[in-house]
């Protein structure tokens, strides 16, 4: 398995901002997936990514919106960017070992 | 198509009763099955897996899944359940989609355990 740290665990944030979530993982890992959960929902892809590589989005995601980094392979950042409310979701990071993913315990974001 | 299925939105029972949390998988999906756990306000916990042997499998708090193909089922099942199982449950499926394997959740099952 894999623990996974994730920073902040929650913020409230003004529309118009970008927030940076920080995702850490006790051991390396090649790939890493960020996924987001609105309110009563469950859980979305947003993006792929393998270090040394650009971030890969799923459908309905762009990466002007969430840019991705991945310098390294215990590590890798978010950004919600220019929030709005409907950005008020769970983010959570998670990575794959031996086929299995394990997931962070997420960040809670309000966008007032 | 959907490619998992969970019936059930809501399922509330009484503390000692069984319980069973359904989940259909579309046949066109590999079979690396899993089931989640989120704990309120909590992230996702990795409950069980299906990927290769007996189809039977379980956790340390004492649920099980069994793999059934012809049905396309993988229920999550427990003989007895506590207050403290009250969560929400995913089922979720590996599913290949443009040469590469993502992973595929059901809505979910908020399960709430009564006294």
């Known amino acids: 398995s894999a623990v996974i740290s994730q920073k902040p665990s929650r913020d409230i944030c003004q529309r118009g901002t970008s927030l940076t979530i920080q995702c850490q993982v006790d051991?390396?890992?090649?790939?890493m997936f960020w996924y987001r959960q609105q309110p009563g929902q469950s859980l979305t892809l947003i993006a792929t990514?393998?270090?040394?590589?650009?971030?890969?989005?799923e459908s309905g995601f762009v990466i002007d919106k969430f840019p991705i980094s991945r310098p390294n392979l215990t590590f890798s950042t978010l950004t919600v960017s220019n929030m709005s409310p409907e950005d008020s979701s769970i983010y959570l990071c998670s990575v794959d070992v031996a086929g299995t993913q394990y997931f962070g315990p997420g960040t809670r974001l309000l966008v007032l | 198509a959907q490619s998992v299925t969970q019936l059930d939105s809501q399922v509330p029972v009484f503390e000692e009763a069984p319980v069973e949390l359904r989940c259909n998988y579309s046949?066109?999906?590999?079979?690396?099955l899993f089931w989640y756990v989120q704990y309120p306000n909590q992230g996702l916990q990795l409950l069980l897996k299906y990927l290769s042997g007996s189809t039977l499998v379980e956790s340390i708090n004492g649920f099980e899944a069994e793999f059934n193909k012809s049905q396309t089922s993988f229920h999550l099942r427990k003989p007895s359940v506590h207050i403290s199982d009250t969560a929400e449950y995913f089922c979720?499926?590996?599913?290949?989609?443009?040469?590469?394997?993502?992973?595929?959740f059901g809505k979910g099952t908020k399960l709430t355990v009564n006294p």
């Open positions: 979720a499926v590996i599913i290949a989609q443009g040469g590469s394997e993502k992973l595929v």
């Open positions: 990514a393998n270090q040394g590589s650009e971030a890969t989005y």
């Open positions: 051991s390396q890992v090649t790939m």
């Open positions: 046949s066109s999906v590999s079979v690396y």
